[in-house]
């Protein structure tokens, strides 16, 4: 199902003299089954852009469409949109509410309107797609550490049974091995249920690990749209932004700098690797 | 003597069931003994729940230790009286700036801590001035925090911090929830007052990058200190660190796969600058 931005605008308390111009002109078209990273500084409009494409924030002027009817269409659902858009906002564990860890999952498909045995299901599965282990299913959502808290609360989201799973950094405060955890989970959901996702972050090498498709944001407008690699030669503008390259990009141009022919392009660890490798063994073979 | 010095130090904390019997105990720090120098810049690393906010918290006696002694600046943090001392001396910068900023304007806010200590008027408005210029935001004086940047609010809250003149800044995960210019701006502040005022640093953090300046690093694991060495030491050991569910910097990981690969390269690479010195001499 996908979805498309045409010359989005949204003003914050427009017509008083706090107006914030916070997204300039947007246009987008997002495919089914894209994993796409969305980069920029805080206050750049990421957040504000993400909770345009489930209804949540309704534009001041521009067309969204999803499945290829305006979502502020006449006769459109747009409760049901939010099933099909799921948005794990920042600190997602700040939201669990409920006595247990099942209760809580079940709330959102609760909401939908579905029978209680098709809610518990979902969240059933839910649970199970983000590998929570049985034995917990019950206990408090509050006694989790904070990875378990997060998967539980993507659970939530994942109970809705979304096409497009949206997460504003899922990784925040997250341990290495927790960091990673997740990034594996979102990529599985993409690869094996061809889920769409939007992954905002502001981590360079997560993005550059897993997204292929790379949005760049600032002050409201869309300033790159391309795969990570052709986003990240754009060195000096990207820092001019308050970005970064991801680390290994940086490690590729000092060497090149340096004298050695290798692809200063790469963004990711097995990248640098092989090609140092091959640099190596081409010089003493 | 230490800055601040903990003796086999301890905490649990305890759950309660309804009728107030002890359903759980759970202890986040065990026979921790740590001496830090005056001058030092620690780094703790550990993963979710390995006890390092614990341990911060009862430097800033925000917590009272369940077993065992600290003591900050010479004094003992779990004496009463000299709790406000024990604050004013060691500081703290918590992860969300958000959670931290109460006043309308910045000079307010940073105004905030010597106006409890109850130093004079006059002197508040010098120590804000001061405190604001050394973080680079004295232009910012007259705004509201609200329409700060993250990496902006976190050097207003290190400014409230420093208005107090403590000895000790302890910093909990503050780069956490930035960007990466806010987190070099927050980095690059630690280490200045640091090396320029020569203030005590202890950075907790999940960035392992943002370690590598440390004099020393603790990895903390189940409440005690796993691991202890300088960034050198304690990145060489690439497989202990995974098995803490922690990881090494993106130069380390990348040397220490191509030694994996059979390029000689040697341990306790950490920058991009010693890897292209350790692959010139290969190369």
């Known amino acids: 199902m996908s979805m498309t931005l045409e010359h989005v605008n949204c003003i914050y308390s427009a017509d008083t003299n706090h107006s914030v111009h916070a997204l300039k002109d947007i246009c987008l078209n997002i495919e089914d089954g894209e994993f796409i990273g969305l980069i920029g500084h805080t206050g750049c409009g990421k957040s504000t852009l993400v909770q345009h494409l489930n209804g949540l924030i309704k534009p001041t002027d521009g067309l969204i469409t999803y499945d290829g009817q305006d979502i502020y269409g006449k006769g459109f659902n747009r409760k049901e949109l939010r099933g099909h858009v799921g948005l794990v906002f920042q600190y997602p564990e700040h939201q669990l509410f409920e006595n247990d860890v099942f209760a809580d999952v079940c709330f959102g498909p609760a909401n939908l309107g579905l029978d209680r045995k098709e809610v518990e299901l979902r969240a059933y599965e839910a649970l199970h797609a983000v590998g929570f282990p049985d034995d917990d299913f019950y206990s408090s959502p509050f006694e989790l550490s904070g990875g378990q808290k997060r998967r539980v609360a993507i659970a939530g989201v994942l109970a809705m049974k979304p096409r497009i799973l949206i997460l504003d950094e899922p990784t925040a405060g997250l341990d290495p091995k927790g960091r990673e955890d997740i990034l594996e989970l979102i990529s599985k959901l993409h690869r094996e249920n061809n889920m769409t996702i939007i992954l905002v972050s502001h981590s360079m090498d997560d993005v550059a690990g897993y997204a292929e498709r790379l949005i760049v944001m600032d002050h409201g407008s869309i300033v790159y749209d391309d795969v990570p690699r052709e986003v990240f030669m754009n060195v000096r503008e990207l820092e001019a932004m308050g970005l970064a390259l991801p680390e290994v990009t940086y490690i590729m141009r000092t060497l090149k700098r340096n004298g050695y022919d290798v692809d200063d392009t790469l963004t990711t660890v097995d990248e640098a690797v092989d090609a140092i490798v091959a640099l190596y063994k081409s010089r003493h073979s | ?283």
């Open chain 2, 1 to 283: 003597m230490g800055i601040i010095r903990t003796e086999n130090l301890g905490y649990e904390y305890i759950r309660r069931d309804d009728e107030g019997n002890v359903s759980g105990i759970t202890r986040a720090v065990d026979d921790v003994s740590i001496d830090v120098k005056p001058g030092e810049f620690i780094a703790i690393l550990g993963h979710n729940g390995s006890g390092k906010s614990t341990l911060a918290k009862q430097i800033n006696a925000i917590l009272t230790p369940s077993e065992g002694e600290i003591y900050v600046d010479g004094m003992n943090a779990a004496d009463p009286d000299k709790l406000w001392d024990v604050r004013q001396r060691a500081g703290m910068v918590f992860q969300n700036p958000d959670n931290q900023i109460i006043g309308q304007l910045v000079e307010e806010d940073v105004g905030f801590g010597p106006e409890n200590l109850g130093v004079p008027t006059q002197e508040i408005w010098e120590r804000v001035n001061e405190s604001l210029k050394m973080m680079q935001m004295l232009e910012y004086s007259k705004h509201s925090p609200n329409k700060l940047s993250g990496g902006q609010k976190q050097r207003v809250s290190i400014a409230g911090v420093l208005a107090m003149h403590p000895k000790c800044i302890i910093f909990d995960e503050p780069t956490a929830m930035l960007d990466p210019h806010g987190r070099r701006e927050v980095i690059r502040s630690a280490r200045a007052l640091n090396d320029v005022e020569k203030i005590t640093i202890i950075l907790i953090t999940h960035y392992m990058e943002e370690t590598i300046y440390a004099d020393r690093i603790f990895v903390m694991d189940k409440g005690r200190i796993a691991m202890e060495g300088t960034p050198k030491e304690v990145f060489s050991q690439v497989e202990k660190l995974e098995e803490l569910r922690l990881g090494v910097p993106q130069a380390t990981l990348v040397a220490h796969r191509l030694k994996k690969a059979g390029l000689p390269i040697p341990d306790g690479i950490l920058t991009r600058q010693e890897l292209r010195e350790a692959l010139k001499a290969c190369l």
